[in-house]
């Protein structure tokens, strides 16, 4: 189900430092024809070189000199037919005369032909910048037009260029100093519509300053919910002075997506696919965004670009967008997520005054969980861990691994551990509303559930406490919970951690929290099956009923409930990011098989979420109804399945043709 860039909403860019010699333009000029060539094969669409590349940035008085100009419009109109040879769109550093002035500027080319040029507004004139003794700055424009052979093409800052047959895909231009600035013009650019930034720069490197652009860059793209491409200068510039280092990145939201090795005198390229419909999409649920505004009037100035196969994405995608795969990135977010939810129950207890807490342990991943933050609250309150009453009900699919290790962590952390079997109550509650026990239906299973509820809520009254829940976001998405059941408690502790971060968070707290037979029992609990324990162990005493058999791996459901309800995607685009991620793991047919159960699921179960308790937030996701997520409970979830229902069927009849 190979896709074209465009209908994933994503285009190809790179931002490139090239191999450079000062004065030199015909030794720049075929530097920045291979690296155009080499892009043109890796699939790229939109090309940035750095500020003045076709001279060097360190050509001093020599920017006066007849003779370098008129080379550097020579080489200008070869690249203008090389933009045309390629299908891309090429943007280049280069000093320009206009109106007996001449201009630090990137001129923007595309399908052989020069689209517009935008000069330099802030010139660094302070310590090693000396540019207003050769450049104009764009406050002294006194024409909008270039004369150019037979064109004239528009010449400013208000200029933002539109990618033809891309919606929402616009781009705007600012360089080197203008993003050092307190206001930079990005600002403004990103206000009227622009998804990408683009600066062309010759960034000279000190110590420090490496971080502090990447930081600069990554900051920008998340401030303005855009991408941004940087494009530096590399150590060809002079060494008088100074050294460049060719540091060229490309961001994403925040996100630095590609970047160039440093300090290499050969040319360097970041390539990365643009999640333009992620921008939008982030900006469409972004209030602030939509409230800003600009002063600046921008003139729309068309490009056209090639079409390219998405057969291999040039950016992350992770399988668990909730998990971090760098091990440090995600110890310090496992840290972080168990501190937000112990401060957050904390501040119930101490506003209800209940210094005593109840809660149902069944030795699963949620339960366990939910006891790990509730003793690391109480130890943090200096209150005793002895209030807490925690309460193991085997029923008819209690197996004896979980139910040792429920007792088992329990004791090792020093609580109160209430054993109290349901099968007398509700065999007696079958009696009462004429149930076969024989009959292993929906009403046998919830019966469980609910008299576990009703157990810890009666605890709680009795000794006065909380009753701290412990179903997870992945649950409240499928909605797989008993209505009233286990669905229900007086403060989720879990409310929005994901099934496949809850597993990590346990693994975090045996290594980083808790230590001995604790961390032992941790481990266990990680590797046991995901089950609700809810039908009679197979003939071993082994769990007989595992929830992802019946609702799917959770680790697809997670994948989908963040594209869904994070990045708003369609089922067309999620359904191949998917398959991306998981090609090693399931086939086509699969994932379409789950992802329809995700959408159904997700629809028909609103209803549950819409009546949730309260809960802390800890990540970008959550379906609170009072928070992130507000949606009818009677919302028809047709539009999505049968955008599905094309795709599969599509999919047969390709297989009918190839058979024939």
Request: charged share 20%; aromatic share 8%; with cysteine.
């Amino acid at each position: 189900m190979t896709m074209l860039l465009r209908e994933l909403g994503m285009i190809r860019v790179a931002a490139v430092s090239p191999a450079l010699k000062v004065a030199d333009v015909a030794f720049n000029l075929a530097a920045i024809e291979e690296a155009t060539l080499q892009a043109a094969d890796q699939g790229v669409q939109l090309l940035v070189f750095p500020e003045l590349a076709m001279t060097g940035y360190s050509c001093g008085d020599l920017f006066y000199q007849q003779s370098l100009l008129e080379k550097v419009r020579e080489g200008l109109t070869t690249l203008t037919a090389l933009s045309e040879q390629t299908g891309m769109i090429l943007i280049v550093g280069a000093p320009v005369r206009q109106s007996g002035r001449l201009f630090n500027a990137a001129v923007v080319m595309s399908h052989g032909r020069i689209c517009g040029v935008v000069p330099k507004t802030f010139l660094p004139n302070t310590q090693e910048f000396y540019e207003e003794r050769w450049f104009s700055s764009a406050f002294d424009l006194v024409d909008d037009q270039l004369a150019w052979l037979d064109e004239a093409p528009p010449f400013g800052t208000d200029l933002l260029f539109d990618v033809d047959g891309m919606p929402d895909c616009l781009f705007g231009i600012e360089i080197c100093e203008d993003a050092w600035v307190a206001n930079p013009p990005s600002g403004a650019m990103a206000a009227a519509g622009a998804t990408l930034l683009i600066n062309l720069s010759a960034s000279p490197e000190i110590l420090g300053k490496n971080t502090y652009r990447r930081a600069l860059v990554e900051s920008q793209s998340a401030r303005c919910l855009s991408a941004y491409l940087y494009a530096s200068a590399g150590p060809g510039e002079s060494s008088t002075d100074l050294v460049f280092s060719g540091h060229s990145l490309v961001a994403e939201y925040g996100q630095i997506l590609a970047e160039t090795e440093r300090f290499q005198f050969a040319s360097q390229m970041a390539v990365a696919d643009i999640d333009v419909q992620r921008l939008v999409h982030e900006r469409l649920r972004n209030n602030s965004y939509a409230a800003s505004m600009t002063d600046q009037d921008f003139l729309l100035v068309p490009v056209e670009v090639t079409e390219r196969q998405a057969d291999d994405l040039l950016r992350p995608l992770a399988k668990t967008p909730f998990v971090p795969i760098d091990l440090a990135e995600r110890q310090g977010r496992c840290e972080e997520i168990f501190a937000i939810q112990t401060t957050g129950l904390m501040k119930r207890l101490m506003h209800t005054g209940s210094q005593k807490v109840v809660l149902g342990i069944s030795g699963g991943l949620d339960s366990t969980l939910a006891l790990l933050v509730t003793v690391k609250a109480f130890d943090r309150l200096k209150w005793s861990r002895n209030d807490i009453l925690a309460v193991t009900m085997p029923g008819f699919g209690t197996t004896a691994r979980t139910k040792g290790n429920a007792e088992t962590l329990a004791a090792e952390l020093g609580v109160d551990l209430r054993i109290i079997s349901i099968d007398a109550a509700v065999h007696q509650h079958f009696a009462d509303i004429g149930q076969n026990p024989d009959n292993h239906d929906i009403t046998y299973e919830n019966s469980q559930a609910r008299e576990r509820t009703q157990i810890l809520m009666d605890l709680a009254n009795q000794v006065g406490g909380l009753v701290v829940g412990t179903g997870d976001l992945s649950e409240l998405a499928l909605g797989w919970a008993t209505y009233n059941g286990d669905h229900m408690s007086m403060y989720g502790v879990n409310a929005s951690v994901p099934k496949t971060l809850v597993r990590y968070l346990i693994e975090w707290c045996a290594e980083a929290e808790f230590s001995g037979k604790t961390a032992e029992v941790l481990h266990d609990v990680c590797a046991t099956p995901v089950s609700p324990e809810l039908l009679p162990p197979d003939k071993d005493g082994a769990i007989s009923q595992k929830t992802e058999d019946h609702v799917g791996p959770f680790e697809l459901h997670d994948f989908f409930l963040f594209q869904v309800v994070r990045n708003q995607f369609a089922p067309r685009k999620i359904l191949d990011l998917a398959c991306r991620a998981f090609a090693e793991d399931y086939s086509q047919a699969e994932v379409l098989k789950w992802l329809k159960l995700f959408y159904s699921r997700f629809f028909a179960q609103q209803f549950k979420r819409s009546c949730l308790p309260d809960g802390p937030k800890v990540g970008s996701v959550s379906l609170s109804p009072r928070g992130d997520w507000r949606m009818p409970s009677d919302a028809s979830a047709n539009l999505w399945l049968e955008e599905l229902d094309q795709i599969a069927a599509a999919a047969v009849e390709k297989d009918s043709r190839t058979y024939d």
